[in-house]
Nanobody
């Protein structure tokens, strides 16, 4: 599975961004999708995951209520809507894919190039 994240950029604190991740896999709908981020000098952190049918999603406490994960299986794309952004949200954001939720949340699924999000104060 090849993944390409996009949509990052510079935003002021309190602003919003929507990230997209396009997958090459034609069986995209069979995969659980997730988002991680990695801030400079820090380990990557799980943010959110969504099941195949989009009827269940999971969030890290740090982003619950501010970030929303969604997917469009017809477009082989997963999204991360980020609201009320804070300077500490500054990081490279990556999407990931795997056949089960445990592999996604542990970070051992497929990865692609990330997209940089910078939040200014």
């Amino acid at each position: 599975v090849q993944l390409q994240a996009s949509g990052g950029g510079l935003v002021q604190a309190g602003g919003s961004l929507r990230l997209s991740c396009a997958a090459s896999e034609r069986t995209f709908s069979n995969y659980v999708m997730g988002w991680f981020r990695q801030a400079p000098g820090k380990e990557r952190t799980f943010l959110a995951a969504i099941y195949w049918s989009a009827d269940s999603s999971y969030y890290a406490d740090s982003v619950k209520g501010r970030f929303t994960i969604s997917r469009d299986n017809a477009k082989n794309t997963v999204y991360l809507q980020m609201n009320s952004l804070k300077p500490e949200d500054t990081a490279v954001y990556h999407c990931t894919a795997a056949k089960n939720i445990a592999t996604v949340t542990s970070g051992f699924g497929f990865w692609g190039q990330g997209t940089l999000v910078t939040v200014s104060s």
